[in-house]
């Protein structure tokens, strides 16, 4: 645990860091940096309401975040996380809006649904590369394209209602929707707002987040997926499977992504929705990148980034010379710094090597 917590210090840093330079920014433009602040923290944290939609927020990076990192951990790039959020969330919702069945047959199906679906849409970029060595960030990037053109062609012409000027489908059967958390803590006796759209996907993102641990760091495959991200040569020369925990590791990081469509489909729109994703599956490799690849990191990680969209918005309408495109320069510098820590460790390492010659 403690070595965890030192590998989070330099990404805390970094967003420290990005807060200070977003301060300096604030300044500069001519409005009151600790005003700004306090707005953003307050709207993001200060209430039940605040907290709840940083919550939400926070639920699909996770899981494009974990995505990413499963990925990265076997040495691979996955750009194509939204595509296989979008085909997720088209398959969970064409399940949900098919089968007028039990909740307790409904729900699990859908799902599934959405898991395999994310899991066949990584698995073909594994399949190339490890078959025919073909790129995965060009092959993901393409499927992306492919994922949004084939889910919103079936959306406008098979399973839009008549009329329906929104490029939507059905709404599905209500036995196929997951409860929110009104309804949860409810069954506690404690009072929850209605109205707020949290709701059980959040507790499947703790759920994967705990998971994604257990696989990496407890099995067999895990173990093989690492060590093929660390060197595949060296791997493969232990006798491990490369082009096996190639696909493996794909299939794993689509699967984590399309639980997304839970989340969206199940309980928030409780239909798909044409362009819903904002930008998930690019933000998760944000989030991946500052939690360090770890679930726990990525957790945190993703906290952050739900709480900027929240306090961007209260920032954009509270303040008087910043927008929500603070938000955005906030990412991108904590990346940066972020960015900043591998330059490092590639100088001290070149240099050690120079030393030695």
Same mark, same amino acid.
């Given at each position: 645990?403690?070595?965890?917590?030192?590998?989070?210090?330099? +990404?805390?840093?970094?967003?420290?860091?990005? /807060?200070?330079?977003?301060?300096?920014?604030?300044?500069? %433009?001519?409005?009151?940096?600790? $005003?700004?602040?306090?707005?953003?923290?307050? &709207?993001?944290?200060?209430?039940?309401?605040?907290? &709840?939609?940083?919550?939400?927020?926070?639920?699909?990076?996770?899981?494009?975040?974990?995505?990413?990192?499963?990925?990265? $951990?076997?040495?691979?790039?996955?750009?194509?996380?939204?595509?296989?959020?979008?085909?997720?969330?088209?398959?969970?919702?064409?399940?949900?809006?098919?089968?007028?069945?039990?909740?307790? %047959?409904?729900?699990?199906?859908?799902?599934?649904?959405?898991?395999?679906?994310?899991?066949?849409?990584?698995?073909?970029?594994?399949?190339?590369? #490890?078959?025919?060595?073909?790129?995965?960030?060009?092959?993901?990037?393409?499927?992306?394209?492919?994922?949004?053109?084939?889910?919103?062609?079936?959306?406008?012409?098979?399973?839009?209602?008549?009329?329906?000027?929104?490029?939507?489908?059905?709404?599905?059967?209500?036995?196929?929707?997951?409860?929110?958390? #009104?309804?949860?803590?409810?069954?506690?006796?404690?009072?929850?707002?209605?109205?707020? +759209?949290?709701?059980?996907?959040?507790?499947?993102?703790?759920?994967?987040?705990?998971?994604?641990?257990?696989?990496?760091?407890?099995?067999?495959?895990?173990?093989?997926?690492?060590?093929?991200?660390?060197?595949?040569?060296?791997?493969?020369?232990?006798?491990?499977?490369?082009?096996?925990?190639? %696909?493996?590791?794909?299939?794993? &990081?689509?699967?984590?992504?399309?639980?997304?469509?839970?989340?969206?489909?199940?309980?928030?729109?409780? $239909?798909?929705?044409?362009?819903? &994703?904002?930008?998930?599956?690019?933000?998760?490799?944000?989030?991946?990148?500052?939690? $360090?690849?770890?679930?726990?990191?990525?957790?945190?990680?993703?906290?952050?980034?739900?709480? *900027? %969209?929240?306090?961007?918005?209260?920032?954009?309408?509270?303040?008087?010379?910043?927008?929500?495109?603070?938000?955005?320069?906030?990412?991108?510098?904590?990346?940066?710094?972020?960015?900043?820590?591998?330059?490092?460790? /590639? *100088?001290?390492?070149?240099?050690?090597?120079?030393?030695?010659?």
């Amino acid at each position: 645990m403690q070595r965890i917590l030192d590998s989070l210090l330099f +990404p805390l840093l970094a967003v420290v860091s990005a /807060f200070l330079v977003g301060g300096i920014i604030v300044f500069l %433009v001519g409005d009151n940096p600790l $005003r700004v602040y306090e707005i953003f923290f307050a &709207s993001a944290f200060g209430t039940i309401d605040g907290i &709840s939609y940083t919550l939400f927020y926070a639920t699909p990076l996770i899981f494009t975040g974990l995505a990413v990192a499963v990925a990265f $951990r076997c040495g691979l790039l996955n750009i194509g996380a939204e595509g296989q959020l979008y085909v997720a969330a088209f398959a969970a919702a064409w399940v949900g809006f098919t089968l007028d069945i039990s909740q307790w %047959v409904v729900i699990p199906l859908c799902m599934i649904a959405a898991i395999v679906a994310g899991a066949i849409w990584g698995g073909i970029p594994g399949i190339l590369k #490890s078959r025919f060595g073909s790129h995965e960030v060009i092959n993901t990037i393409m499927m992306n394209f492919i994922a949004v053109g084939i889910t919103s062609y079936f959306t406008q012409y098979y399973y839009r209602l008549p009329g329906d000027p929104i490029l939507q489908t059905k709404t599905i059967f209500p036995q196929a929707q997951i409860p929110r958390m #009104s309804a949860i803590l409810g069954t506690f006796g404690i009072n929850f707002p209605a109205w707020l +759209p949290l709701n059980f996907g959040f507790f499947i993102a703790i759920f994967a987040c705990i998971f994604v641990y257990i696989f990496l760091w407890k099995t067999k495959w895990g173990y093989e997926l690492r060590a093929v991200g660390a060197n595949a040569s060296a791997a493969e020369y232990g006798g491990i499977n490369v082009g096996r925990s190639i %696909v493996l590791a794909m299939c794993i &990081s689509g699967a984590l992504a399309g639980l997304v469509g839970i989340n969206e489909v199940l309980g928030y729109r409780y $239909r798909y929705y044409d362009g819903f &994703s904002a930008n998930y599956g690019f933000t998760g490799i944000a989030v991946a990148l500052l939690g $360090r690849n770890h679930p726990l990191g990525i957790f945190l990680a993703a906290l952050l980034f739900g709480a *900027l %969209v929240r306090g961007g918005l209260f920032v954009n309408i509270f303040s008087d010379r910043v927008s929500k495109d603070l938000v955005v320069v906030l990412q991108a510098v904590i990346i940066l710094f972020v960015a900043c820590e591998a330059i490092f460790q /590639f *100088l001290q390492k070149r240099n050690l090597a120079t030393g030695k010659n």
